[in-house]
């Protein structure tokens, strides 16, 4: 059984950055793609970025591209997501998420393991 522990979210100005990190543990890392999903306030859980077993291939959502950048640690475990340059509207709980046979990124029910979420806030 795979755990998924997030970090590093917390408030932040628009413009600013914060690196969000996930600790995996339970099982073998480097088998699973992993994601970043998020959620606003109201609205539906979306992908954000997503990134293979490798490390090779990656994915974001296009309100995203330039401006994250997702990778992974397999020594440590542990999933990154870099935030620069962040809007209000990046506000949201942000979850990681692992899985072995995910064919599409940003395809959620793709994901067999799910985090409990760290909050990002951006104020104006």
């Known amino acids: 059984q795979v755990q998924l522990v997030e970090s590093g979210g917390g408030l932040v100005e628009a413009g600013g950055s914060l690196r969000l990190s996930c600790a995996a543990s339970?099982?073998?890392?480097?088998?699973?793609?992993m994601g970043w999903f998020r959620q606003a306030p109201g609205k539906d859980r979306e992908f954000a970025a997503g990134i293979s077993w490798t490390g090779g291939s990656t994915a974001y959502v296009d309100s995203v591209k330039g401006r994250f950048t997702i990778s992974r640690d397999v020594a440590k475990n542990t999933l990154y997501l870099q935030m620069n340059s962040l809007k209000p509207e990046d506000t949201a709980v942000y979850y990681c998420a692992a899985g072995i046979y995910v064919a599409t990124f940003a395809q959620s029910s793709d994901y067999d393991y799910w985090g409990q979420g760290t909050q990002v806030t951006v104020s104006s």
């Open positions: 339970g099982g073998t890392f480097r088998r699973y793609r």
